[in-house]
């Protein structure tokens, strides 16, 4: 899982409510991301950062938020907004070359 | 956007046999890569293969790449048990993140 920390690993929230997922990093990439992930799917693009203070909406931001106030960090709030939050949330960043390296993921169930 | 396409969805084979997995996108790319992912967890990065290069090897990894018909595949030679995973490609032009496939997922059986 390189560099990249994602906590929890589990995280479980009433319908409702926002929520945040931490992702850090260490490996001094300009470059962070969002992905979610449902059951048995590929990976979907929330949001991306290429540089501190800036960042794009992906395929799916519409209910998700993010801020990139720090290099090493990157987090996503899940607001009451989005309709079907429970997934599988991965966070990654990359180099120059373009080479990604995820996190080890947030596993979010919204009841 | 564009999209690799993985095939087939999923494959299942005895330990020691060869795997190949292929993907399809749609428009020109900068680079392709493909991942591994265990279950329930973050996925690894495998093999980059740039638009200029047509084959890749890494250890038991082997990448083609054939832009003209817009493909690439993964052959895992020998298997293992271990090699159990879902796996992904992704594709990206310049300045754009990497758009992944929905993955195939191997099984080796011992």
């Known amino acids: 899982d390189g560099g990249i920390t994602q906590s929890p690993k589990y995280l479980f929230r009433k319908e409702g409510q926002n929520v945040t997922l931490s992702c850090e990093q260490n490996?001094?990439?300009?470059?962070m991301y969002w992905y979610r992930q449902d059951p048995g799917q590929g990976l979907r693009l929330i949001y991306y950062?290429?540089?501190?203070?800036?960042?794009q909406k992906g395929d799916i931001a519409e209910g998700y938020s993010v801020s990139r106030e720090k290099k090493e960090s990157f987090p996503l709030t899940v607001t009451s907004a989005q309709k079907n939050p429970t997934a599988f949330y991965l966070c990654?960043?990359?180099?120059?070359?373009?080479?990604?390296?995820f996190g080890p993921g947030t596993r979010l169930t919204v009841t | 956007s564009q999209q690799g396409e993985e095939d087939p969805q999923a494959l299942s084979i005895q330990e020691g046999e060869n795997a190949t997995m292929n993907c399809s996108y749609k428009?020109?790319?900068?680079?392709l890569q493909w991942y591994r992912q265990n279950s329930g967890r973050g996925l690894v990065h495998l093999i980059l293969?740039?638009?200029?290069?047509r084959e890749k090897h890494s250890g038991r990894l082997r990448v083609t790449l054939d832009t003209s018909k817009k493909s690439s595949s993964l052959l895992i030679t020998a298997s293992r048990a271990a090699d159990t995973a879902s796996y992904f490609c992704?594709?990206?032009?310049?300045?754009?993140?990497?758009?992944f496939g929905k993955g195939t997922r191997l099984s080796v059986i011992a």
């Open positions: 990654a960043s990359s180099t120059r070359e373009g080479m990604v390296y």
């Open positions: 490996l001094n990439h300009d470059a």
């Open positions: 950062s290429q540089i501190v203070n800036d960042f």
């Open positions: 428009t020109s790319i900068n680079n």
């Open positions: 293969i740039r638009s200029n290069e």
């Open positions: 992704a594709t990206d032009t310049r300045n754009t993140p990497l758009v």
